[in-house]
């Protein structure tokens, strides 16, 4: 069955005329839209141009901001009002959405050269959003307003606004390569960009190298573009192959560690201060993280972290103990915490205007010098096409002052002075002719336009005397163009002339132009384990039949009497230190890891072991102990099914636990105990005892074992090991300890019946 879809054309449709059904299959309908969606979403919203560095939404509020005349010494005017003429003439899109790319031009911590300079409440680095447009105010700033030198000057083609009725601009004629020097980043379709921002003057370094030498190698110009520069600092740990891989490709990314100092406090004690954090982290949302991994006892080194920051940031780290290593502990954080990030690099442009692709880093800079190329010639032929129409009109004049007399004499009498100034052979005189050799000549109709519009105060002496002059500049600028435009070496040398102008106005030397983020290595800091960081004191792991878990300061007796909730009691108690792991073993076959030093206090009952981790309400807890590396397990299941494992095989690292004995339904882990001995008791429900040597039980590492016992009803109670010369151990029904030596009977082959326990053997069929 094929699916279709019928366009109805209702054009200059009347009762008479028939309706032209057109049919299509769904799918082109549906791929020819999609593909029109998806080009309008890459060109004309998502990725930015690489000459002139904006999106259309950047580039309109700046054009709209030169309409409203706010240059960057001129008044601020509402943002409801930029906003607004934004929409209305040139923007049809949400108001929010404008807002938002007017707020982000003007934060100084998202931008490196800000491109709006606001009044008002424009957020913070805390992550606190801008107030409403009806309360702020922007003008341009000096960024910007560079960024339209020559617009008025057809440096850049215009074309029709959404409904036709305006011209807006393609492109700003930027006078500085503002893709990498601010940055950008968004989501097309298929497709996305992430660029991020650079030192300007660097840049500038980096394309007058490329105007020398166009073959340049990226080695070179990491020389003087060494990698980005944040607007809110930090310290950029990536190593240079990878940076110069970045560059080349276009794809990569980049390390970006906060900044930070050790400030001593006297007496042995010290704190860090972090004053730079990296670029779009939200400062509050950082120290939030951080003081729930303190809580969490997650970073067990770290004790307190202050937020003193005013103008500047300030974040105050306290450590537990003052033994404890500066670097070492950064090095944790910056591991587990925002303090160090990052940044994806994705040179994703369009390089034309219409075709995006992904760019390395001499690719863009030559796309922004090819476009400033452009950009000269634009303006130079639209200079010389201003200087030829002035030249008429200054040719007219001094006709005119050459036969004052006449002209006046039109212009008083003549009822029609423009026909007939045009109508007049007109003497003209060199500066230096003699008048025997003076010439005739008709004047043009702007000429004769420009002469009747003259002022009276003009017609002194000393203005023909600037009229001479300003035709003489006229001329030589004239010839100067016309030179320019005839060699590109000279286009080439007035380009670099305007670069360096730029670098003046905002490279390393200019207000606040200096690199802000540092270049480091990060230090080679051996991975410090959790163990270490905690400080080793010695508990009492205590846990209740209904799971309820606490950890009690020192080492009491064993036979304490201790409380519990209503109707629970005692199961599991041991000594242990805070620096211990604590191994838990599931009916499920899991095993689950507790960390001493998580466990809580024991003043009140403690808390349910399941919160700690993903043990099911379903599953009982077979064993809790304390993890001693280098110990052998053995394990088995109610059906009689059991291997040996090693402990450090065990050991889960996430709350969800590790997975050791498989059990089916109706199955469950019935024995977790200690491998001791060199042989393997065995008793099942039915009170049958089987003995085998241990070397009859496999090591694994996960499974469902090997059959221990043969039942014919029931399955297992309970196992242990022991060793055969000293024989196999019990408590009788009168509490005394029994050895038994004599276990010849019941020794047999693994996977046997088993013989009858011997008398005195526990009524519960627990060894």
């Given at each position: 069955?094929?699916?279709?879809?019928?366009?109805?054309?209702?054009?200059?449709?009347?009762?008479?005329?028939p309706?032209?059904?057109?049919?299509?299959?769904?799918?082109?309908?549906?791929?020819?839209?999609?593909?029109?969606?998806?080009?309008?979403?890459?060109?004309?919203r998502?990725?930015?141009?690489?000459?002139?560095?904006?999106?259309?939404?950047?580039?309109?509020?700046?054009?709209?901001?030169?309409?409203?005349?706010?240059?960057p010494?001129?008044?601020?005017?509402?943002?409801?009002?930029?906003?607004?003429?934004?929409?209305?003439?040139?923007?049809?899109?949400?108001?929010?959405?404008?807002?938002?790319?007017?707020?982000?031009?003007?934060?100084?911590?998202?931008v490196?050269y800000?491109?709006?300079?606001?009044?008002?409440?424009?957020?913070?680095?805390?992550?606190?959003?801008?107030?409403?447009?009806?309360?702020?105010?922007?003008?341009?700033?000096?960024?910007?307003?560079?960024?339209?030198?020559?617009?008025?000057?057809?440096?850049?083609?215009?074309?029709?606004?959404?409904?036709?009725?305006?011209?807006?601009?393609?492109?700003?004629?930027?006078?500085?390569?503002?893709?990498?020097?601010?940055?950008?980043?968004?989501?097309?379709?298929?497709?996305?960009?992430?660029i991020?921002?650079?030192?300007?003057?660097?840049?500038?370094?980096?394309c007058?190298h490329?105007?020398?030498?166009?073959?340049?190698?990226?080695?070179?110009?990491?020389?003087?573009?060494?990698?980005?520069?944040?607007?809110?600092?930090?310290?950029?740990?990536?190593?240079?192959?990878?940076?110069?891989?970045?560059?080349?490709?276009?794809?990569?990314?980049?390390?970006?560690?906060?900044?930070?100092?050790?400030?001593?406090?006297?007496?042995?004690?010290?704190?860090?201060?972090?004053?730079?954090?990296?670029?779009?982290?939200?400062?509050?949302?950082?120290?939030?993280?951080?003081?729930?991994?303190?809580?969490?006892?997650?970073?067990?080194?770290?004790?307190?972290?202050?937020?003193?920051?005013?103008?500047?940031?300030?974040?105050?780290?306290?450590?537990?103990?003052?033994?404890?290593?500066?670097?070492?502990?950064?090095?944790?954080?910056?591991?587990?915490?925002?303090?160090?990030?990052?940044?994806?690099?994705?040179?994703?442009?369009?390089?034309?205007?219409l075709?995006?692709?992904?760019?390395?880093?001499?690719?863009?800079?030559?796309?922004?010098?090819?476009?400033?190329?452009?950009?000269?010639?634009?303006?130079?032929?639209?200079?010389?096409?201003?200087?030829?129409?002035?030249?008429?009109?200054?040719?007219?004049?001094?006709?005119?002052?050459?036969?004052?007399?006449?002209?006046?004499?039109?212009?008083?009498?003549?009822?029609?002075?423009?026909?007939?100034?045009?109508?007049?052979?007109?003497?003209?005189?060199?500066?230096?002719?003699?008048?025997a050799?003076?010439?005739?000549?008709?004047?043009?109709?702007?000429?004769?336009?420009?002469i009747?519009?003259?002022?009276?105060?003009?017609?002194?002496?000393?203005?023909?005397?600037?009229?001479?002059?300003?035709?003489?500049?006229?001329?030589?600028?004239?010839?100067?163009?016309?030179?320019?435009?005839?060699?590109?070496?000279?286009?080439?040398?007035?380009?670099?002339e305007?670069l360096?102008?730029?670098?003046?106005?905002?490279?390393?030397?200019?207000?606040?132009?200096?690199?802000?983020?540092?270049?480091?290595?990060?230090?080679?800091?051996?991975?410090?384990?959790?163990?270490?960081?905690?400080?080793?004191?010695?508990?009492?792991?205590?846990?209740?039949?209904?799971?309820?878990?606490?950890?009690?300061?020192?080492?009491?007796?064993?036979?304490?009497?201790?409380?519990?909730?209503?109707?629970?009691?005692?199961?599991?108690?041991?000594?242990?230190?805070?620096?211990?792991?604590?191994?838990?073993?599931?009916?499920?076959?899991?095993?689950?890891?507790?960390?001493?030093?998580?466990?809580?206090?024991?003043?009140?009952?403690?808390?349910?072991?399941?919160?700690?981790?993903?043990?099911?309400?379903?599953?009982?807890?077979?064993?809790?102990?304390?993890?001693?590396?280098?110990?052998?397990?053995?394990?088995?299941?109610?059906?009689?099914?059991?291997?040996?494992?090693?402990?450090?095989?065990?050991?889960?690292?996430?709350?969800?636990?590790?997975?050791?004995?498989?059990?089916?339904?109706?199955?469950?882990?019935?024995?977790?105990?200690?491998?001791?001995?060199?042989?393997?008791?065995?008793?099942?429900?039915?009170?049958?005892?089987?003995?085998?040597?241990?070397?009859?039980?496999?090591?694994?590492?996960?499974?469902?074992?090997?059959?221990?016992?043969k039942?014919?009803?029931?399955?297992?109670?309970?196992?242990?090991?022991?060793?055969?010369?000293?024989?196999?151990?019990?408590?009788?029904?009168?509490?005394?300890?029994?050895?038994?030596?004599?276990?010849?009977?019941?020794?047999?082959?693994?996977?046997?019946?088993?013989?009858?326990?011997?008398?005195?053997?526990?009524?519960n069929?627990?060894?």
């Amino acid at each position: 069955m094929s699916l279709g879809i019928t366009t109805t054309s209702m054009t200059d449709k009347t009762d008479d005329t028939p309706e032209i059904v057109e049919q299509e299959p769904l799918r082109r309908a549906l791929g020819e839209r999609y593909l029109t969606y998806a080009l309008s979403t890459i060109m004309n919203r998502a990725l930015p141009d690489a000459r002139d560095g904006l999106k259309p939404v950047h580039r309109r509020i700046l054009n709209t901001m030169r309409e409203l005349r706010l240059e960057p010494n001129g008044a601020y005017r509402k943002c409801a009002k930029i906003v607004g003429d934004t929409m209305g003439n040139y923007h049809p899109h949400g108001d929010g959405a404008i807002y938002d790319a007017l707020v982000r031009l003007a934060q100084d911590f998202s931008v490196r050269y800000p491109l709006v300079d606001g009044q008002g409440n424009f957020g913070n680095i805390d992550g606190d959003n801008a107030a409403a447009y009806r309360y702020t105010e922007a003008r341009m700033t000096e960024a910007s307003a560079s960024m339209m030198e020559g617009l008025s000057e057809n440096a850049v083609d215009f074309r029709e606004n959404f409904d036709g009725s305006r011209q807006e601009p393609v492109l700003l004629p930027t006078t500085f390569p503002n893709l990498l020097a601010n940055g950008s980043s968004g989501i097309a379709v298929g497709m996305a960009t992430s660029i991020p921002p650079h030192n300007l003057g660097e840049l500038i370094d980096a394309c007058l190298h490329l105007i020398k030498a166009p073959n340049a190698r990226i080695e070179t110009l990491m020389e003087m573009v060494p990698g980005p520069d944040f607007p809110t600092g930090g310290t950029l740990v990536e190593p240079s192959e990878a940076i110069r891989d970045a560059y080349t490709t276009g794809r990569g990314s980049f390390r970006l560690r906060s900044k930070w100092d050790t400030e001593d406090l006297g007496r042995g004690t010290w704190q860090i201060v972090v004053t730079q954090v990296p670029y779009q982290v939200q400062k509050s949302k950082l120290i939030e993280k951080i003081a729930e991994a303190i809580n969490s006892k997650k970073i067990p080194i770290l004790a307190d972290i202050r937020d003193e920051s005013a103008e500047d940031v300030r974040i105050v780290l306290e450590p537990r103990s003052k033994n404890v290593d500066p670097v070492v502990l950064m090095e944790t954080l910056f591991r587990q915490t925002d303090l160090e990030t990052r940044i994806s690099l994705n040179m994703n442009v369009l390089i034309d205007g219409l075709t995006p692709k992904v760019c390395s880093l001499p690719e863009v800079l030559k796309a922004f010098l090819e476009f400033r190329k452009d950009v000269l010639v634009r303006r130079s032929r639209h200079r010389l096409g201003k200087i030829d129409t002035r030249l008429e009109v200054l040719d007219g004049y001094i006709i005119a002052f050459l036969n004052l007399d006449r002209v006046i004499e039109i212009i008083r009498y003549d009822d029609e002075p423009k026909a007939s100034l045009l109508a007049e052979d007109w003497v003209v005189l060199g500066d230096d002719q003699p008048m025997a050799e003076a010439q005739t000549v008709r004047l043009t109709e702007p000429q004769a336009e420009a002469i009747l519009n003259m002022r009276l105060r003009n017609l002194r002496k000393l203005e023909e005397m600037e009229l001479r002059k300003e035709r003489d500049d006229l001329l030589m600028e004239q010839a100067g163009l016309t030179e320019l435009l005839g060699d590109e070496g000279l286009q080439w040398k007035r380009i670099s002339e305007e670069l360096r102008d730029t670098k003046k106005k905002f490279g390393q030397n200019a207000p606040n132009g200096a690199r802000r983020t540092a270049l480091a290595d990060a230090p080679d800091v051996e991975e410090v384990p959790i163990e270490a960081m905690i400080e080793r004191e010695p508990i009492t792991v205590v846990c209740s039949q209904m799971g309820w878990i606490r950890a009690l300061k020192g080492h009491i007796d064993l036979a304490q009497e201790l409380k519990f909730k209503d109707g629970d009691g005692p199961r599991f108690i041991f000594h242990a230190e805070t620096t211990d792991k604590i191994i838990l073993f599931g009916s499920n076959g899991r095993f689950y890891t507790l960390s001493a030093n998580l466990l809580p206090g024991g003043r009140g009952m403690g808390e349910p072991v399941r919160l700690m981790v993903d043990l099911p309400n379903q599953t009982d807890i077979v064993s809790l102990f304390l993890h001693k590396p280098g110990r052998k397990l053995v394990v088995a299941s109610s059906a009689g099914d059991g291997f040996v494992v090693a402990e450090d095989e065990v050991v889960a690292q996430t709350r969800n636990g590790r997975q050791v004995l498989n059990v089916k339904d109706g199955v469950q882990a019935q024995v977790c105990g200690f491998v001791n001995g060199d042989h393997v008791a065995v008793v099942g429900e039915n009170r049958k005892v089987l003995i085998f040597p241990l070397s009859e039980l496999p090591e694994m590492g996960r499974g469902k074992g090997v059959r221990l016992q043969k039942y014919k009803d029931g399955g297992m109670s309970d196992l242990t090991t022991f060793v055969l010369a000293d024989g196999l151990t019990w408590k009788d029904p009168a509490g005394r300890t029994r050895t038994e030596t004599e276990l010849g009977d019941w020794l047999a082959k693994r996977a046997a019946a088993g013989r009858m326990a011997p008398r005195g053997f526990p009524q519960n069929n627990k060894f």
